[in-house]
């Protein structure tokens, strides 16, 4: 099976360890994961998403800034994913592609690399996406956001879903003088 030029037997041949394997043809691949999104009939719509980075992973910028069925809907719109990031579009004005991406904004294979739409990977339910997306996609982590809010699961093998509640906290004005950490 290919996806956005990614070749994968993940389908049909479950990994050797049991769980989610970024190891593909003996090269450590970035992580990868699957988005989700219930829709109102209970069926689940999942995207992916290539490059889940450890320094800012997907279920932190899920949780924080697509937090609504109306922005989960619009990240899924995009299709499948380079990368995610605080924001869904770029500045109005400013470059933004794939080779040139501006900085915490998402990266879409579709709107900024000019790949083909790829069809989403439907699910009938919950049940069905986790038991399923793992080979779809070969992906090593899920992300779904069902009921109001992200669930998460980083390995094949955890029957548990795991929910993240993040607050993005604006410091004090005269904090961003004085340190540049900001």
Known sequence: KTLNGIRSNAETTPPPDGGGSNNIGGKIMPPQSAIGVQQSDGTIKAIMLYNDDRRSPAHVILSGWYNSQKKAEELLSLGHLSRLGEKIAPEFGEHHSFDKPQPNTVIAYHRDRGDAVEPYFVYKNLDDFAARCYYDMAVTCLHVWVDGTWLSRFDR???KWMRFEI????????EYEKNDSF
């Open 167 to 174: 607050i993005i906290l604006d410091p004090p004005e005269d």
């Open 157 to 159: 093998r955890d029957k």
